[in-house]
């Protein structure tokens, strides 16, 4: 299935990604009239400490006059962010236990990850690093997380996150790259990115050229979670991205109001298969504080899982996982038999 575009949304021209990303919409009112929606009809925060922030050509994907778009729901903050929940916390997955330099994670033994920039295209409510404090880990600041992947043999796996690693400039990838590669134990580079998704135009002639020229084997983990966030632009990105021989994934998050009709997963998984995207995991909902309304029950998401065992290719079939703070892996959810 493809996207569904509003025609009735101009995406405005912009000559770059930065330039794209700078113009990006911060603000509630102006989100809310490009898609003609009433502000006084929905329960949206205007200010919140994680703001609002979309991409243009991500707004433009939304349906006009739809406040229950899915794509709107990721990326609106609603009062309900701000009603506590039992057992919704700042850091559910153990990020803070598991840092070993500023910005460094590692909680599984062969790979760690790398918080390498606190940016993000776009803010998406659910985010289980929406209370991350970014400011404290030193990203820029490499030499000391290769200090302790050189001194760590085991570690065959780097995975680059943040927020959104490809949000570094050119350059400041191409030092990663370089400084990575030295170190004979490290095999893998994992990037885990929401870009080609939602601002498909940072995948660049430069960008593809960084990623090909290096000894490293790239995995990239995309983040998509609904059908409608595919359009030409991100196929464009993603058969560009296959070309340069990037091995291409895709995780999601069961989100209810986003895609918890077994329609919205089958949809996704279709569209990711022809796309030669690999689904990967299907995340339950990490429990982080403001995002309670999102939570679909385990039971819920068993009988998604079932219908899409029934009506996929095994291929196609992601694997539902939760994150366990402190477990040495994330933990398979399966049906009872
Ligand atoms: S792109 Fe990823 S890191 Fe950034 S806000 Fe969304 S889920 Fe969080």
């Not at 912009?14 to 009809?41: G, I, K, T």
């Not at 569209?271 to 039971?299: N, Q």
Request: net charge neutral; proline share 8%; with cysteine.
């Amino acid at each position: 299935m493809s996207a569904t575009p509003s025609p009735s949304i101009a995406v405005p021209h912009f000559s770059s990604w930065q330039q794209a990303l700078r113009e990006a919409v911060r603000s509630l009112d102006e989100l809310l009239h490009w898609l003609q929606l009433d502000p006084h009809s929905l329960t949206a925060l205007s200010h919140t400490p994680f703001p609002l922030r979309v991409p243009h050509s991500y707004v433009a994907r939304m349906q006009v006059g739809h406040p229950d778009d899915p794509l709107l729901r990721q990326i609106l903050p609603l009062r309900a962010e701000q009603q506590g929940a039992i057992g919704f916390i700042a850091d559910p997955v153990g990020d803070q236990q598991a840092q070993k330099t500023p910005g460094l994670l590692h909680k599984y033994p062969n790979r760690v990850l790398i918080v390498a920039t606190g940016s993000c295209a776009l803010h998406c409510r659910y985010c289980f690093r929406r209370h991350y404090p970014y400011a404290n880990t030193q990203a820029q600041d490499y030499t000391d997380k290769l200090a302790y992947i050189q001194a760590h043999p085991k570690i065959t796996e780097v995975i680059l996150s943040g927020g959104d690693p490809l949000l570094l400039s050119d350059e400041r990838l191409q030092i990663w790259l370089r400084g990575l590669s030295t170190i004979p134990h490290v095999h893998t580079l994992r990037l885990h990115t929401r870009l080609p998704i939602v601002l498909p135009q940072r995948i660049t002639p430069e960008l593809l050229s960084i990623l090909s020229d290096t000894r490293l084997s790239v995995v990239m983990v995309l983040h998509a979670n609904h059908a409608q966030e595919f359009n030409v632009e991100v196929s464009e990105a993603l058969k560009a991205l296959r070309k340069a021989d990037i091995l291409l994934l895709n995780q999601s998050v069961l989100l209810r109001g986003v895609n918890h009709r077994p329609d919205d997963l089958l949809h996704l998984h279709k569209i990711l298969g022809e796309h030669r995207v690999m689904p990967y995991y299907l995340h339950l909902l990490d429990k982080v504080a403001g995002a309670a309304h999102f939570e679909v029950s385990e039971a819920e998401a068993l009988s998604l899982m079932h219908q899409l065992r029934t009506q996929l290719p095994g291929y196609l079939v992601p694997q539902l996982v939760r994150e366990i703070a402190g477990h040495p892996y994330k933990q398979p959810v399966f049906e009872k038999t």
